[in-house]
């Protein structure tokens, strides 16, 4: 059974940092690309970063590129989230996901943790 579970969500001012893990299980994680993605209350699911399966390719929106870094551990099959110069804006609950490489949709999803960012 595959499952992702990310952590160190969290409340944090304008302006602060934080990083976000995601946790996977049940799968082989070296195979997988992986992103990240967040929803905020009202909006649609939107695409924060993403990472292929060695780790040496990545891609940002222009919404958190220069601010958001993805790296991922393949020895402690984790992917993380370094988000830095937070603002009110990147409130939302924050998602990883995996998807296995050449594919369009992602396979697996975890259920989230929420960053709330106070101006």
């Known amino acids: 059974q595959v499952q992702l579970v990310e952590s160190g969500g969290g409340l944090v001012q304008a302006g602060g940092s934080l990083r976000l893990s995601c946790a996977a299980s049940?799968?082989?994680?070296?195979?997988?690309?992986m992103g990240w993605f967040r929803q905020a209350p009202g909006k649609e699911r939107e695409f924060v970063a993403r990472?292929?399966?060695?780790?040496?390719?990545?891609y940002y929106p222009d919404s958190v590129k220069g601010r958001f870094t993805i790296s991922r551990d393949n020895t402690k099959n984790t992917v993380y989230l370094q988000m830095n110069s937070l603002k009110p804006e990147d409130t939302a609950v924050y998602s990883c996901?995996?998807?296995?490489?050449?594919?369009?949709?992602?396979?697996?999803w975890g259920p989230g943790t929420q960053v709330t960012v106070s101006s």
């Open positions: 990472i292929s399966w060695s780790g040496g390719s990545t």
């Open positions: 049940g799968l082989t994680f070296s195979s997988y690309n």
């Open positions: 996901a995996a998807r296995r490489p050449l594919k369009q949709d992602y396979d697996y």
